[in-house]
C-alpha cells in the first residue's frame, strides 16, 4: 500500500481487517471466508446494476427507496435458506457500502468501483490467507479436543471449575456436534471411536462431581474421606499416559473401591451405608473408563489418528 500508493488501500485494509476479526476464532476460518466472498461478490454485482444502471439518473428518495428495497429483501430472504445465511449477512452487510446512498442525491458510480475493488480483493486475500497460514487439520483438531477433556478432568478433581451437571453435558454435547460437523473425509470407524472416547470422558467427568459432592458429607468414614481425596488428587494430575500418572490413578481407585466396599459390609447405619454405595458407584464407573480407554486419554500420542 505504502509502495504503490494506490488510494483504495486503506479500503481494503479494513475489509481485510473485518474478516478476519469476524472467522480468525472459527475452527474453519477459509470456509467461512470463502462463504464470505460469494455474498460479497453477489453485492457487486446487485450493486453494479443499481448503480450504474438503475440509480444513475433518479435522483428521488422513492426511486432509491423502491430498487434498493427489493435488492434488500432477496438478501433478506436469503437468511431462510441456512445454507446461505453467511452469504447473505455479507450481501446486506456490503451491498449499502456500493451504493452509497444520499438524501435527494444520485449515486456516485466512482465510489462504486473504488469500493467493489478492495472488497473482493480483500476478501479474496483473506481467503487465501486462512488456507495458507491456518489451514484445517481435522486430525489436529481431534488431538486438541482431547487435551481439553483432559484438562477440564483436571479442573474438576481439584474443584478449580464450577461445573455442574448441565455444564458438563452441554460441553461434550457441544464437542460431539463438532466432531460430526466438522468429519470431513474421517473414515466412520474413526468418528465413532472418537464419539465413543468423548462419552466415555462425560462419564467420568459426572462422576467425578458425584465424588467431590460425596466427599463434603460430614458423616462419611474418615479414612473414606481419605480414599476419595486420594483418588480426586491423582485425577488432577491425570496424565494420560499409562506409565506415568495414569496407571497410578486407576490403582487408586481401585484401591478406594476396596476400603469402600470393606468399609460398606461393616457399616450398619443406612444414611451412611447408601453414601458409600453411592461413592462405589462412582468409582467403579471412573475405574472402568480409565481401563478401556487406556490410548483416548493419553494426549501425548495419536488415537487411529497419525501423529501431529
Not at 235 to 248: I, L, V
Request: with cysteine.
Amino acid at each position: 500500500w505504502i509502495a504503490t500508493a494506490w488510494p483504495s488501500g486503506l479500503t481494503f485494509i479494513m475489509f481485510v481487517a473485518i474478516a478476519c476479526s469476524l472467522f480468525s476464532t472459527l475452527e474453519r476460518p477459509a470456509l467461512a471466508t470463502q462463504a464470505f466472498l460469494h455474498g460479497a461478490c453477489c453485492a457487486v454485482l446487485a450493486g453494479g446494476v443499481l448503480d450504474l444502471l438503475l440509480l444513475g439518473k433518479p435522483t428521488t428518495f422513492e426511486m432509491l427507496g423502491m430498487w434498493s428495497g427489493v435488492a434488500m429483501m432477496l438478501g433478506g430472504l436469503a437468511f431462510a435458506y441456512p445454507p446461505l445465511t453467511l452469504p447473505a449477512v455479507s450481501y446486506n452487510l456490503f451491498l449499502p457500502i456500493l451504493l452509497g446512498p444520499s438524501n435527494q442525491g444520485r449515486t456516485d458510480e466512482i465510489v462504486y468501483f473504488n469500493t467493489a475493488m478492495p472488497l473482493v480483493l480483500g476478501l479474496l486475500y483473506t481467503s487465501w490467507m486462512y488456507r495458507v497460514f491456518l489451514p484445517y487439520d481435522p486430525a489436529h483438531q481431534r488431538w486438541t479436543m482431547r487435551e481439553h477433556i483432559l484438562q477440564d478432568l483436571h479442573h474438576i478433581a481439584e474443584g478449580k471449575m464450577n461445573a455442574t451437571l448441565d455444564t458438563v453435558v452441554s460441553r461434550n454435547v457441544d464437542r460431539f456436534v463438532r466432531l460430526m460437523t466438522n468429519s470431513g473425509n474421517t473414515p466412520s470407524p474413526v468418528v465413532h471411536a472418537y464419539l465413543a472416547g468423548i462419552l466415555s470422558a462425560m462419564r467420568v467427568m459426572l462422576n467425578l462431581l458425584r465424588l467431590r459432592a460425596i466427599n463434603h458429607d460430614a458423616s462419611l468414614n474418615p479414612r473414606a474421606h481419605q480414599a476419595l481425596e486420594l483418588v480426586l488428587a491423582r485425577m488432577s494430575h491425570f496424565s494420560g499416559r499409562y506409565h506415568g500418572h495414569y496407571g497410578r490413578t486407576l490403582r487408586a481407585t481401585l484401591l478406594a473401591i476396596q476400603r469402600l466396599r470393606d468399609y460398606e459390609t461393616t457399616e450398619s447405619r443406612p444414611r451412611q451405608r447408601f453414601v458409600l454405595i453411592a461413592a462405589l458407584t462412582a468409582l467403579d464407573v471412573i475405574a472402568t473408563e480409565l481401563n478401556t480407554n487406556k490410548i483416548f486419554f493419553d494426549t501425548k500420542s495419536p488415537y487411529l489418528d497419525p501423529p501431529v
